[in-house]
């Protein structure tokens, strides 16, 4: 299948530790590489085993079409080649913020657990933070408290309180999602735990992990790391997007042509009422 691609999503977890030279060993690491997996375009062309038509708006997470040049996740780009499993269709209503769907997928994937109940406490009010509240809303979840310390980034709660940790005296959470890639904050949360209570690790954390032993042995605390989304995931954050369940708006705050990539990228990881930056391949470049 090829795509043309209309918007692509810059993400300020993996694309900023790249940015900043700090990305560890990963697979499929090595420069020079095309960044991103939130991508959106239009099918140009299909091949006979395609369910997907010529037109149809399509969410492509990521390409290898590049030769010499690695994809990590090789999203961000004007035309991809993509085998025609990899491209999903969606419907068009979603438009830009079908982009979403990959961080709504990893939302999904870290609140759905054979093993875990929904969090009532959310750490970080950023944009996976929300899509993490709202899924929990959408999964038939009570309202979770979410904590953010930029007053700025405090707003726009659908349906849930958002407080700053210091006022917030709690210390009876049974899930506690952190998304805050604040590998200094283990301490904190776990002293924030019910007897049996459990941290999810729904973020990026490029350093080491370390906690004090005695307050999770006292709790009997549980940490589980949540990896990548899976298919399934991002089928299930796909039907409650297009189904109104899940809301994917007003989560896009910045979108600049992707010939402007270079100020792009300095804005969505400099400015701290970014949210999340899309580059327009739409325009002509």
Not at 57 to 68: I, K, S
Not at 153 to 176: F, H, K, N
Request: proline share 6%.
């Amino acid at each position: 299948m090829v795509v043309d691609i209309c918007w692509s999503g810059i993400s300020t977890g993996t694309e900023r530790l790249l940015w900043t030279g700090r990305m560890p060993d990963f697979p499929g690491m090595g420069y020079p590489l095309v960044p991103g997996y939130e991508s959106v375009g239009r099918v140009r062309a299909v091949g006979p085993a395609a369910s997907a038509k010529v037109g149809d708006l399509v969410f492509v997470p990521g390409a290898r079409c590049f030769g010499d040049v690695r994809g990590l996740f090789g999203g961000a780009a004007q035309t991809v080649v993509v085998p025609a499993a990899r491209a999903i269709v969606v419907a068009e209503h979603l438009g830009i913020d079908a982009t979403l769907l990959a961080l709504a997928a990893t939302a999904h994937h870290a609140l759905v657990s054979r093993r875990s109940r929904l969090p009532d406490l959310i750490v970080g009010h950023g944009v996976l933070g929300r899509l993490l509240a709202r899924m929990t809303l959408a999964l038939g979840g009570a309202a979770p408290t979410v904590w953010e310390t930029n007053a700025d980034r405090a707003e726009g709660a659908l349906g849930y309180p958002v407080v700053d940790p210091a006022s917030d005296p709690r210390r009876d959470y049974q899930t506690i999602c952190d998304v805050s890639g604040d590998a200094h904050l283990l301490d904190t949360l776990i002293s924030r735990l019910a007897p049996g209570g459990e941290v999810v690790l729904a973020g990026f954390y490029s350093e080491r992990l370390a906690f004090a032993f005695p307050p999770a042995f006292m709790r009997e605390a549980r940490i589980r790391v949540a990896a990548q989304w899976q298919q399934q995931d991002l089928m299930a954050a796909k039907q409650l997007a297009e189904s109104g369940r899940l809301s994917l708006t007003h989560l896009i705050t910045h979108r600049q042509p992707a010939a402007s990539a270079d100020g792009a990228y300095r804005t969505a990881f400099g400015d701290p009422a970014c949210l999340k930056m899309i580059l327009d391949w739409s325009t002509p470049q």
